[in-house]
């Protein structure tokens, strides 16, 4: 990509915060504007979660934009905290009748592809899918399928960044989260046993992951 070359597309909103940093923080209305035009956040906006539908490159560099009620405009990436990250994860309609990995699994399709009828693909009956099922039905949908069992939090911390939501096996072989968000503490996590959003600590999902032998699926 050449050094002045402007590129954005649109992604699956999700939520950054800014570093703490005893720094002018700023943004811009649109990426290749001049350093005059620039507007500096307040020190108070260090607490804000800002929500981002667009990421961008320009000049060889990553810029998040987001909208708010207020304004809206292009952070630079050196403003942007490493250590949080929370998708704006829609899950489906809960059905308790489902199965837990049927609605783990209808969750991650979901977030990617929000319009397509999952059900009419598999089936919400089912206790364990195997790995080949669960691939294919990735593949076919989504795009792409990625098994990081064993990996590190690290990775699953990666995963999230790409805004790709991670399923984790947890108390038993047919029992998911889906992992959809992270800080410094904490995993934030849609529990399908019962529809609700939670937050986990790292010492207890460790404690809990390890019981699947650190299994894990993502795309």
């Not at 950054?16 to 940093?21: A, F, G, I, S, Y």
């Not at 500096?40 to 810029?63: M, S, V």
């Not at 489902?98 to 089936?123: C, G, M, Q, R, W």
């Not at 294919?136 to 990625?146: A, D, Q, R």
């Amino acid at each position: 990509m050449k050094s002045n070359a402007i590129a954005s597309e649109r992604v699956p909103a999700f939520y950054v915060r800014l570093k703490h940093r005893r720094v002018e923080k700023w943004y811009i209305s649109n990426m290749q504007d001049a350093k005059s035009e620039r507007q500096f956040f307040r020190h108070e906006d260090e607490l804000t979660k800002f929500e981002i539908d667009q990421i961008g490159f320009f000049q060889n560099h990553l810029w998040f934009h987001f909208n708010n009620e207020v304004t809206n405009g292009w952070i630079p990436n050196k403003f942007i905290r490493k250590n949080y990250r929370v998708l704006n994860l829609t899950q489906i309609e809960f059905d308790d009748t489902n199965s837990n990995e049927a609605n783990a699994l209808a969750t991650l399709v979901h977030f990617s592809k929000p319009d397509y009828p999952v059900f009419e693909k598999i089936d919400p009956t089912v206790v364990n899918f195997t790995d080949k099922e669960y691939k294919t039905v990735l593949v076919n949908i989504v795009g792409s399928y990625k098994n990081i069992t064993k990996k590190s939090f690290r990775r699953l911390r990666s995963q999230i960044s790409r805004n790709r939501p991670v399923l984790i096996w947890g108390r038993r072989d047919n029992q998911c989260l889906v992992l959809f968000g992270f800080n410094h503490k904490v995993f934030f996590y849609y529990d399908p046993e019962d529809g609700l959003k939670k937050v986990i600590t790292i010492k207890e999902l460790t404690k809990l992951w390890k019981k699947s032998g650190y299994k894990a699926i993502s795309y």
